[in-house]
């Protein structure tokens, strides 16, 4: 038998391999406000254990209470790359530099924000207006920067307007050149929307997925608010991650995080990984 097809075929079959794995081991970050209370304790500790989990992308802000160059050394000795910074609105519509600079500093390639302000309960197109106009220009001056800006949804958006939404409004009044969006999937099913139909709806506007699982029989709302022990373990809660994941493969999601705000989130992010692991 001729040695060169074996060849060829064994190239073949170890390239299909890598490629199938890579799919399969999907790079999963993690957001930290998950182990805020962590970090309040034993900011050495808490990177250490997110080490231990082979998580190596993170997204958060600030350095809790250590310089940057004591923050950056523990960064690099657990092999963790801050992917996102966040980024106040009251910040961005003064001094998107700051912003800027922190995103630099650590190499960050995204600047995120994570809400819009606004008065108690009411929010309303007078709110994504000023929002606009905001993020408008701060996004101008990130894109300049080489940098990338982004919008964490958090519910409230998606109250009635016109033919759609206040979010739809947003979308069809920003361009996608200065602001895009980084989808929690519980705060898209917790005013009653479908975190799938989203991602199909605006498959380019959407960059970075929160991944968050609600407990079934969480009652919802369009004000943002929930209660913490909602967040359940990936998988276990009424989300509907395996198809939001299917999908965001599909579009192209650069990022994931999951996010946990539970109590129990040392105990659930390590299940969660694995049940992410285990989906194809």
Not at 42 to 52: N, R
Not at 210 to 231: F, M, Y
Not at 239 to 250: L, Q, R, T, Y
């Amino acid at each position: 038998m001729n040695a060169q097809p074996v060849f060829i075929r064994i190239i073949i079959f170890f390239t299909a391999f890598i490629s199938s794995q890579s799919m399969k081991a999907q790079e999963i970050g993690l957001q930290l406000y998950s182990l805020r209370n962590q970090f309040k304790t034993d900011v050495p500790g808490t990177l250490a254990k997110i080490k231990s989990w082979n998580i190596h992308e993170i997204e958060g802000g600030g350095t809790y209470g250590l310089s940057t160059e004591e923050y950056k050394k523990l960064l690099a000795q657990n092999n963790l790359k801050i992917v996102s910074i966040s980024a106040d609105f009251d910040s961005l519509a003064k001094n998107p530099q700051a912003a800027i600079n922190e995103a630099k500093d650590f190499g960050a390639k995204y600047i995120v924000c994570f809400w819009i302000p606004h008065n108690g309960n009411e929010f309303g197109i007078d709110d994504i207006k000023k929002a606009i106009d905001v993020f408008t220009t701060a996004g101008k001056q990130i894109h300049d920067a080489g940098l990338n800006f982004c919008y964490h949804l958090h519910g409230y958006e998606f109250r009635p307007y016109e033919q759609g939404t206040l979010f739809d409004y947003l979308i069809k009044h920003t361009d996608a050149k200065y602001l895009n969006f980084e989808m929690d999937v519980f705060w898209v099913k917790q005013p009653g929307q479908d975190p799938v139909a989203l991602l199909e709806k605006y498959p380019t506007r959407f960059i970075m997925l929160h991944l968050k699982d609600r407990k079934p029989g969480t009652e919802g709302n369009q004000n943002g608010t929930a209660d913490e022990e909602s967040n359940v373990v990936l998988g276990q809660g009424d989300v509907n991650i395996a198809a939001i994941m299917k999908e965001a493969k599909k579009i192209g999601i650069k990022h994931y995080f999951i996010e946990d705000e539970s109590s129990r989130s040392t105990e659930q992010i390590p299940q969660s990984l694995a049940y992410l692991q285990q989906l194809k």
